[in-house]
């Protein structure tokens, strides 16, 4: 009798204790998942201040002539030479365009992974339905 009551009795806890194990294991694939974020993120952003670095470095530079371009050269030469900024200028502006959005869409997936650690760890393992519906001592009576 005291073998089944102690079964009883460890039941809901060893259940309590699997499930939480599997939050745990949860938050840990889930923390790993945000830490690869935040990882790229940084990355993204680097890249970002990178290329608006050399964008900014083309605008001084694309009203300026280059040592091979005088004034005396072909006014061809010198047209070719402000085209050919404005175009990396319109390719680096493109760029920056891709990186913030990239750079936004992992802010969101970080705020939705920290949700969901805030969440599982808020909630507390929850007994399941096989445990609750497991016969109980009824105390009045000391039986089932």
């Not at 280059?66 to 390719?91: C, F, W, Y």
């Amino acid at each position: 009798m005291k073998q089944i009551l102690f079964l009883l009795l460890i039941a809901p806890i060893l259940v309590w204790a699997e499930n939480n194990v599997n939050i745990n294991t949860q938050v840990q694939i889930l923390e790993g998942q945000l830490e690869r974020v935040q990882q790229e993120t940084q990355a993204t952003f680097q890249r970002f201040q990178m290329i608006q670095e050399m964008r900014r470095n083309e605008i001084q530079n694309v009203n300026i002539l280059p040592p091979t371009v005088t004034s005396t050269s072909n006014p061809a030469d010198m047209l070719q030479h402000k085209q050919a900024g404005n175009e990396r200028i319109q390719q680096y502006t493109a760029d920056l365009d891709q990186l913030y959005q990239y750079h936004k869409e992992l802010e969101d997936k970080r705020k939705l992974l920290i949700e969901e650690i805030d969440l599982l760890m808020q909630n507390p393992p929850m007994l399941t339905q096989e445990a609750e519906d497991e016969p109980t001592l009824n105390r009045e009576t000391d039986s089932y």
